[in-house]
């Protein structure tokens, strides 16, 4: 793994939290985007070369609405870049860690995305992107 991508919040109102992190940070975000297939709706915030993403549920099936109705609002992932996925996932396969899916899919601001399953990895969920291509 490369570097810090971005960090992961869910939250209940994509709109107030915007209007939350923007005052906490001193700066708006630059990009609201939806991705259909999770059943999210994220935004993001650029701090020094990382980003913050901000995850809101658009429907109460997805992961993000199950998450909240278990542990609330709060940090949902940490997500690592790297530059080959494929690789990656078959490395930290053999080396024991647990692959949430067999194969990456397409996630938000242009990625490639896998996640890595926390009971794996202390209780963190991790999320590995890669720039698509």
């Excluded at 570097?3 to 915007?18: D, F, M, P, R, T």
């Excluded at 939350?20 to 259909?36: D, M, N, Q, R, T």
């Excluded at 870049?81 to 938000?108: I, R, Y």
Aim: one cysteine or more.
């Amino acid at each position: 793994m490369e570097k810090l991508e971005h960090i992961g919040i869910a939250v209940k109102n994509l709109e107030e939290s915007n209007r939350l992190f923007a005052k906490l940070l001193g700066k708006p975000h630059y990009k609201i985007e939806e991705v259909a297939s999770e059943g999210v709706r994220t935004s993001f915030f650029d701090v020094g070369g990382v980003k913050i993403e901000l995850l809101e549920a658009t429907r109460p099936d997805s992961p993000i609405a199950t998450f909240i109705e278990k542990k609330g609002e709060g940090i949902h992932h940490l997500a690592f870049g790297v530059s080959q996925l494929e690789t990656e996932m078959k490395a930290k396969s053999d080396e024991g860690f647990t692959l949430l899916a067999q194969q990456p899919k397409d996630g938000a601001d242009n990625k490639r995305i896998v996640f890595l399953h926390p009971k794996t990895t202390n209780g963190v969920l991790v999320e590995m992107c890669e720039d698509k291509k």
